[in-house]
């Protein structure tokens, strides 16, 4: 089967954080862009920051620059989201999705991204 499946979401007070993971199943990460978003309302989604699974070569938000840091582990095909300093307007549904890094220049974009997970639900709250 091929899949996205993102975990570690969960109930943080203010400050606190999380590490977000996003493993693929069923295919390799290999030349793809791998994106986070996050839920800002129906069917609107803003782009937190991407990786290029081969390289490594990351790109933020401006909303999330110096809080969060995206990571890679090829040997896991397994992207990371370690969000640090969460506050109430962080929370919400996050997605990880991807992008064929042959097809166009990447950007935070979500209508560039063609294959996305099901979402972990962040809560941040007193």
């Known amino acids: 089967q091929v899949q996205l499946v993102e975990s570690g979401g969960g109930l943080v007070q203010p400050g606190g954080s999380l590490k977000l993971s996003c493993t693929a199943s069923?295919?390799?990460?290999?030349?793809?862009?791998i994106g986070w978003f996050r839920q800002a309302q129906e069917d609107v989604y803003e782009g937190v920051a991407y990786?290029?699974?081969?390289?490594?070569?990351?790109h933020y938000a401006d909303s999330v620059k110096g809080r969060f840091t995206i990571a890679r582990d090829n040997a896991k095909n397994t992207v990371y989201l370690r969000m640090n300093n969460l506050q109430r307007e962080d929370a919400t549904v996050y997605y990880c999705?991807?992008?064929?890094?042959?097809?166009?220049?990447?950007?935070?974009?979500?209508?560039?991204?063609?294959?996305w997970g099901q979402g972990t639900q962040v809560t941040v709250s007193s």
């Open positions: 999705a991807t992008l064929d890094v042959e097809a166009i220049r990447p950007t935070l974009d979500p209508r560039q991204y063609d294959f």
């Open positions: 069923g295919f390799t990460l290999d030349n793809r862009i």
């Open positions: 990786i290029s699974f081969s390289d490594g070569t990351t």
